[in-house]
């Protein structure tokens, strides 16, 4: 199997696991690590463009399990995000990955949060190195393995 078929496979794999959890991730804190994670994702190689910007804010709007929120509000906190870490990527990211460890309490949501990531990475159909370190790193912050996620 080629490495893209896998890494849709794989997003649509933590998608379908993400529905069926989708009325147990209400949390304000699964919203804001979500977010977290989407922003770190979007800017995993320290920069943000924004086409990529606005695919990603797409990828949320759409997304089922993202609906138990009000998308203005999402959209907010993604901004919120991206812009921490557009501002100064280092030091962003550690107050980003801050929020990521907000999820922390609840395993379920710790992992529908990592779950997010890979889905929102592989969503373009290569879900680069730079995006699975980020995503490595948020699962750290959560006290998740990475190997549990394939990472």
């Known amino acids: 199997?080629?490495?893209w078929d896998r890494v849709k496979e794989s997003a649509s794999t933590m998608q379908t696991q993400l529905m069926a959890k989708k009325n147990d991730l209400k949390s304000g804190a699964f919203r804001d690590s979500?977010?977290?994670?989407?922003?770190?994702v979007a800017a995993a190689d320290g920069t943000i463009d924004p086409s990529e910007r606005q695919r990603v804010a797409q990828l949320i709007a759409t997304n089922e399990v993202l609906q138990n929120?009000?998308?203005?509000?999402?959209?907010?906190r993604f901004d919120t995000y991206v812009d921490k870490l557009t501002?100064?990527?280092?030091?962003?990211?550690?107050?980003?990955?801050?929020?990521v460890a907000k999820?922390?309490?609840?395993?379920?949501?710790?992992?529908?949060?990592?779950?997010i990531g890979i889905v929102i990475?592989?969503?373009?159909?290569?879900?680069?190195?730079?995006?699975?370190?980020?995503?490595?790193?948020?699962?750290?912050?959560?006290?998740l393995p990475p190997h549990e996620f394939d990472l």
């Open 34 to 40: 979500s977010m977290a994670m989407c922003a770190l």
């Open 103 to 115: 999820a922390k309490k609840k395993p379920a949501e710790a992992r529908a949060v990592i779950q």
């Open 1 to 3: 199997m080629a490495l």
């Open 121 to 143: 990475g592989g969503a373009d159909g290569d879900f680069d190195q730079t995006e699975r370190a980020v995503v490595r790193e948020a699962c750290f912050a959560l006290d």
């Open 87 to 99: 501002a100064d990527f280092a030091f962003g990211k550690v107050s980003v990955l801050q929020e």
């Open 69 to 76: 929120f009000p998308a203005d509000e999402l959209r907010r």
